[in-house]
């Protein structure tokens, strides 16, 4: 009995002595699954620290690689590869039936007639826009059609872009609605669009459209009807379901009769069946010989950033509007330096003396930097707030803490200073051109008050001569 338990002791003592390794800790079986049991906050220091910076702060690594399992972000996949769970081609063809012609409503006046303004609109006083608006389209819809297609949900869906932005990738509302289907920020976000100082994926017209899917797709289910879903995608759900709730209806077409909804909501289901018939059948309605564009073709690489788009537009051959052009959601100057993978598109045919070339680069000649040498005293804050530069960014750029203090004569990293001065440039004139639009609008305003002025000063002046002439005869 006496040896049963000194040896469990001993074994005990044993188990307290074996080093568990740090991986252990933060990589389990789950997380390669992407159920992962860390804490948030860990998982931002790992992403935004580089595994040198673990390695100081008391977490061991063997391996450099198993960082990179753990915390590369899910690529969006190219239409051709999007992952289904079976749900959407099991189910009943609830989204295929589309959405009626112009000759379907003749029973209802109200959308009759607001429908028929909305042709004239288009054919007649906008024109010229919309033929372009067109011309822009034909390049993304067949891309579009086929997510929308695979989502089960009606083709003519792909006309809604043409009426939110035109198709023009980085179109902005007011309200700061951005890209092809004009999402705000936190919509965005909410559909696994990434939207932070490096990209937009709004921007982006194939990874914003498998988004706008499965946001469409929700109003659908909600309201049961395609009229009442381009509303809530318009004004939002929770307005329409008010505007419901206080007429008492579930028609589109007898809610655009109250004052319930706002004018722009009344306007945009008619604005898009009227851009829809005439996308459909432009030659109907005066829109003859449009230049369509080749359809949007590229190759796709997965790369291991960082690199700058100069770089990447070298190596594949072609120039940096070009590698844009592509991947509209890029923002600066280079991929997100804190991204393990990124799935980039190049002009096609491309891809592998691309890849050859990428590949057999070193990383300092793939994202050259400029280099700032510390002072004493000096850390990420301090350096942020005397270049100017925003604070995050700094510390991701170089795997710091921003009120970590540095050591006196390393260095730190900074973003080129071409790239910096064009970024300030282009924010300085944005500043301007927001100022000159509003120095226009006063100047504008007050023009129209002294011209209202002037003409009230005649017609009393001319009223006087009137009295006096009637007067003296």
Known sequence: MAKTFYGAVVLYLLLLMVPVKSEALIFSGEDFRGNDNVPGAMQDNLLQRSVNDLSNNGINYTETVTERYFVMAPLHPPPDQEDYDGSISNEKMLFSDGFKTLTQYDNDTNAVEAISAQLTFFSDTIKKRFNQWLVKGSKYLPLMKRILR???????????????????????????????????????????????????????PIKSTFAASKYLRFLYNKFGSWDLALAAYNAGEVRIEKAMRMANTDSYWSLITT?????????????????????????????????YEKPLEYDIVVVEPPATLDFIAQSAGTTVEKIRELNPELKRWCLPPSALKYRLRLPLGTKDDFR?????????????????????????????????????????????????????????YLPPSDMRHRESSQSRATQTRHSTKSKQAKHQKRNDVKNKTVKHSDVKRNASKGKASRHKA
Do not use: C
């Open 150 to 204: 695979r989502s089960n949900l009606p083709e003519e869906l792909v006309y809604v872009p043409l009426i939110e932005s035109g198709y023009n990738n980085l179109a902005k509302s007011p309200a700061n609605a951005i890209g092809p289907w004009q999402f705000i920020a936190s919509t965005a976000r909410d559909y696994n669009l990434k939207v932070n100082y490096w990209v937009d994926e709004r921007q982006d």
């Open 259 to 291: 004052g319930l909804i706002a004018k722009e909501t009344k306007l945009y289901v008619p604005r898009f069946l009227a851009a829809k018939e005439i996308a459909v059948e432009p030659e109907r309605y005066g829109f003859y010989d449009i230049e």
């Open 356 to 412: 050859l070339i990428y590949e057999n680069t070193p990383e300092h000649q793939r994202y050259l930097m400029d280099k700032y040498q510390t002072k004493n005293g000096d850390s990420i804050r301090k350096i942020s707030n005397r270049l100017n530069m925003p604070l995050d960014i700094l510390a991701e750029l170089n795997g710091k803490y921003a009120n970590e203090t540095l050591k006196e004569g390393t260095y730190v």
